[in-house]
Nanobody, 121 residues
Framework: VQLQASGGGLVQAGDSLRLSCASS????????MGWFRQAPGKEREFVAT????????RYADSVKGRFTISRDNDKNTVYLQMNSLKPEDTAIYYC???????????????WGQGAQVTVSS
């Protein structure tokens, strides 16, 4: 499974951005998909995850109400809509594929290369 993240960029506080992650996996709809992020000098942290059907989602408290994870199984793509961005959201964002809805990185088997999101104040 190869994952390709896109959509990162430089925005101002309060702006919106949508990340996409395309999967090459044959059984995409069976995969739980997650988004994680890593800021300079910090550990990778959970952002959001979505079940294979899209019926179950979980969010980090820091992004709840501002970010929305979704997926299009016909396009083998998962999205992260980020609204009301804050400077503290600045990080490299990684998409990942796993088998269970979990918030820990170790639960995910495949990782994309990351997309830089920078939010200026």
């Amino acid at each position: 499974v190869q994952l390709q993240a896109s959509g990162g960029g430089l925005v101002q506080a309060g702006d919106s951005l949508r990340l996409s992650c395309a999967s090459s996996g044959r059984f995409f709809s069976r995969n739980v998909m997650g988004w994680f992020r890593q800021a300079p000098g910090k550990e990778r942290e959970f952002v959001a995850t979505i079940s294979g059907s899209g019926g179950t989602t979980r969010y980090a408290d820091s992004v709840k109400g501002r970010f929305t994870i979704s997926r299009d199984n016909d396009k083998n793509t998962v999205y992260l809509q980020m609204n009301s961005l804050k400077p503290e959201d600045t990080a490299i964002y990684y998409c990942a594929a796993g088998r269970v809805v979990e918030i820990t990185p170790i639960a995910y088997d495949y990782w994309g290369q990351g997309a830089q999101v920078t939010v200026s104040s």
